[in-house]
């Protein structure tokens, strides 16, 4: 017999329970707490150019702050995690849009539809980094052509995690194959553990 014995289930950030330990500790460092500053202002945009209701995604949603947001902009919400002490939080959290949230894997759920929108916080740099091209490949699979890949990424070079970085080159070269990068711009409402690091960006998916 050779090799290190598997991690226990709690501390392998692909499965739920090691999310469901933190939410039940109340260690979740990146929890907004709120809606960030650059989601306001992008949804107060699309209200000016959507013609109709965006259609929008939220992987690992979390806590959720960003799903009641959007609802009640009118925005067609699906807010999803596999987590159950993180659906519970966002359960509190989201108000009459409960039938918003989803308890499921990002990666295997049934969609119906494609989404003219997924919103990235705190997601990919979540995953562990041989799962980041099933992000990529899943994303492109549930937007609609021309639709957007819209967030928050978390950039560096820093081997651990979560939350794992990644070089701007790496993510060019995980997304281009589906995307192109249409907006890029610094974050100033950085939590503490994203600070400096967390750049706004918009990939369009071709075709
Ligand atoms: C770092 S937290 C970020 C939560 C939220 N996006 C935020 O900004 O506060 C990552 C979340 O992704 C969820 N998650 C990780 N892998 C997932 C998967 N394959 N499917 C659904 N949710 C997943 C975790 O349960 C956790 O709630």
Request: one cysteine or more; a negative charge.
């Amino acid at each position: 017999m050779s090799g290190s014995p598997p991690k226990p289930a709690s501390q392998n950030p692909a499965l739920p329970d090691f999310w469901d330990q933190r939410f039940r500790d109340g260690v979740t460092p990146w929890d907004a707490g709120g809606v960030p500053r650059d989601l306001q202002d992008f949804a107060a945009a699309q209200a000016v150019v959507a013609a109709g209701v965006p259609r929008v995604l939220l992987p690992g949603c979390g806590s959720a702050w960003e799903a009641r947001f959007l609802c009640e902009r009118g925005w067609d919400v699906l807010a999803l995690d596999f987590s159950e002490a993180a659906l519970a939080a966002a359960m509190q959290l989201v108000g009459p849009w409960r039938d918003r949230l989803m308890m499921a894997d990002f990666f295997s759920f049934a969609a119906q539809a494609p989404f003219d929108i997924i919103y990235e916080r705190a997601f990919l740099c979540a995953l562990p980094r041989r799962l980041w091209p099933d992000y990529a490949a899943r994303c492109a699979e549930l937007l609609r052509p021309g639709g957007q890949l819209t967030g928050f990424f978390f950039f560096g070079s820093e081997p651990k995690g979560p939350p794992f970085m990644i070089e701007p080159a790496a993510l060019e070269a995980l997304l281009a194959s589906h995307f192109e990068l249409v907006e890029d711009r610094p974050v100033d409402d950085s939590l503490p553990v994203f600070r400096a690091r967390e750049r706004w960006q918009i990939w369009r998916k071709r075709g």
